[in-house]
């Protein structure tokens, strides 16, 4: 959780609103080994960030990997830029993490355009689980509809879909999405805005598709 | 940071686009409440309403392998072992670890500080630069750019103590780079 604190020196009394991660960092940057907390806190999000881009598991632990060895790496010119605007519960450190992720995927994509396209639907093993068992033709309509929804995200523009997967799975604010893409918040609203137009349209054409067939 | 102000197309979006912002915060705080049902808001399009839906729920939350975690985590170990505070001619227990994946060709200049890896351009840049650089010999093992942290202290340690023995003739270990300031 971020805080206030006031400075008693004789100066300025400036209000500083913290890094949530501050104290985390400070303890990293005196002693490398403690970084491994800070790793443990964001490996979940920086993983799945990675596996939502990539759609491939050895692609995305290879980029999760890279991603936390030259945050490693970076740690001692790291520098806290947190705001005010930026919210309680922003945290520049991971705005500073994903920045570093961002361009470990861009390249790995990159590189993946040169290899057939991997299915996310399989890379996640149909970690659709969101079907009810007891519910076969519902079940399978939520499926059907979860790999519309995922296909429909894979193929939005590169910044629409950085911003939908930061947004819904790694839950950032607005602002932290804008630090992680080097947009305005105001350019980052649209851009989801128009990714889920377009997933909706993907989705109501697949809701006609399987109405004409039944 | 690009200008806060939209203009064009953007500016008339920008109203709609508050709306399904503040539509996702509240979808976003019910998922993280644990609560079932979405949130009403008649001022987005239902639409819109739906397909965020859909997306909460498509988009599992994914979790890497414990063993994944736990090799990264030694690797990252032993990057902070080579890179902390090392007192000059300590000696660092040497663990040869495979890497599951290649080195980074880019660790050395992030390590050295003249690459910036939340630098978008910077990073490019060195991607490509990397494509056309040829391999390179490091202590007597052959890298394609790729250059192991171990080679890098060593070969930090040997221009500093150059009529020393090296460290790869002492059997157990390797000499600590960091902070040696010409004492042995």
């Known amino acids: 959780m971020a805080r206030a604190v006031f400075g008693r020196s004789e100066h300025a009394t400036p209000v500083v609103v913290l890094d949530r991660d501050r104290r985390l960092v400070e303890t990293a940057r005196r002693d490398p080994a403690q970084f491994d907390a800070l790793y443990r806190k964001y490996l979940p999000q920086v993983y799945a960030f990675a596996l939502y881009e990539l759609a491939n598991h050895h692609a995305a632990e290879d980029a999760t990997e890279r991603t936390f060895l030259r945050a490693l790496a970076a740690l001692p010119r790291f520098r ?46 149909a970690g659709l689980s969101i079907a009810d068992a007891t519910d076969v033709e519902g079940g399978a309509v939520l499926r059907d509809e979860a790999a519309t929804a995922l296909r429909a995200v894979r193929a939005l523009p590169d910044d629409r879909r950085r911003a939908v997967l930061l947004r819904f799975v790694d839950e950032m604010s607005t602002a932290e999405i804008a630090g992680v893409l080097g947009k305005s918040e105001g350019a980052v609203r649209v851009l989801i805005h128009r990714a889920l137009g377009s997933v909706a349209r993907e989705l109501g054409a697949s809701a006609g598709r399987r109405g004409g067939h039944s | 940071m690009t200008s806060p102000y939209l203009s064009g197309p953007d500016a008339l979006a920008g109203v709609d686009a508050l709306v399904t912002d ?47 975690e736990e090799r990264l985590a030694g690797r990252l170990a032993d990057m902070a072992q080579e890179s902390g505070p090392a007192r000059a001619g300590s000696v660092i227990a ?78 157990d270990g390797v000499l600590a780079a960091n902070g040696a300031g010409g004492h042995a």
Not at chain 1, 88 to 103: D, K
């Open chain 2, 22 to 68: 503040r539509y996702l915060d509240a979808l976003l705080a019910a998922a993280e409440r644990g609560a079932s049902a979405t949130p009403a808001d008649t001022a987005l399009d239902e639409d819109l309403r739906d397909a965020s839906d859909v997306i909460r729920r498509s988009l599992v939350r994914v979790h890497p392998s414990f063993r994944f």
């Open chain 1, 80 to 125: 806290e830029q947190a705001r005010p605007e930026d919210g309680p519960e922003a945290s520049t450190f991971r705005v500073w993490l994903f920045r570093i992720a961002r361009n470990v995927i861009a390249n790995e994509r990159r590189t993946q355009r040169r290899q057939p396209a991997a299915s996310l639907d399989a890379a996640l093993g």
């Open chain 2, 94 to 171: 040497f663990r040869p670890r495979e890497a599951a994946v290649p080195a980074d060709p880019l660790l050395v200049a992030i390590l050295e500080g003249t690459l910036d890896p939340a630098d978008a351009d910077a990073v490019a840049r060195a991607e490509g630069a990397r494509s056309l650089t040829r391999p390179l010999i490091v202590g007597g093992a052959l890298t394609s750019a790729a250059i192991s942290l171990v080679g890098v202290a060593l070969v930090a340690w040997r221009a500093s103590h150059a009529s020393t023995r090296t460290a790869r003739e002492r059997p």
